[in-house]
């Protein structure tokens, strides 16, 4: 069973006919008249959690701002990510004008697309440190956000090239690893890294460790094509 997905053309359309009282003219199953669940946006939690509740026999109703995926062969190819900024597969956000940034506006690329801004992010896979989600819970009271809560969670919609271990998981849906290929330059620095005195971190999702020094990111890629 697939989730039924509405993106901005289509949910557009979709709207104009639930008024018209006309819902024949969307592309849905005829007797898709009502859903177990409707997502509010296609990003990677929606997409995920969509892929979960049908393969539980649920009915999923997916509603994306932005564009279908597939009508950009960009979005598959990692150094295709600089022919989408400022697409029609960017929302073109921008922060306010800081002083501290020299009075300018600073882009910030984010997805106008199905599967989110995972689809524009040069496929690095980070989840941020372990103190970053801990601290929701004492600072904040927030329960059920610390990162021993949530590392499960990432754990299994994991599919690493690392395989399974205490920070990684195998068979999810979400493809991870390291580039295979590393550019000349890039050893090269990483080696002036080691000069000045930066340690070295060879994964940067592994919380036993500070995130602090040089390395490779994972990235979200499955032989060689974005995921």
């Not at 882009?107 to 989110?116: D, M, S, T």
């Not at 989840?127 to 949530?150: A, C, H, M, P, T």
């Amino acid at each position: 069973m697939e989730p039924q997905v509405l993106t901005a053309p289509r949910l557009r359309n979709f709207l104009g006919c639930c008024r018209r009282r006309q819902r024949s003219q969307v592309d849905l199953p005829k007797d898709a008249t009502e859903f177990d669940f409707i997502l509010v946006g296609g990003g990677t939690a929606g997409c995920v959690l969509a892929n979960r509740l049908t393969a539980a026999g649920k009915t999923v109703l997916i509603l994306e701002a932005g564009r279908p995926d597939y009508d950009a062969s960009a979005i598959r190819i990692p150094a295709g990510v600089l022919r989408l900024f400022q697409t029609k597969y960017d929302w073109h956000y921008e922060t306010q004008c800081e002083k501290h940034a020299a009075d300018r506006h600073v882009y910030i690329c984010r997805g106008a697309v199905l599967g989110g801004s995972s689809c524009t992010n040069v496929c690095l896979y980070t989840r941020g440190s372990q103190s970053d989600f801990d601290s929701w819970g004492k600072e904040f009271g927030i329960k059920g956000w610390s990162g021993q809560d949530v590392l499960p969670y990432f754990k299994k919609t994991e599919d690493s090239s690392r395989g399974a271990s205490k920070y990684h998981g195998s068979g999810g849906e979400w493809g991870t690893g390291c580039v295979p290929y590393q550019n000349p330059l890039g050893r090269l620095f990483f080696q002036a890294c080691e000069e000045l005195g930066s340690p070295a971190n060879d994964d940067f999702n592994n919380w036993d460790k500070s995130q602090l020094g040089h390395g490779r990111f994972d990235v979200s890629q499955r032989k060689g094509a974005s995921k």
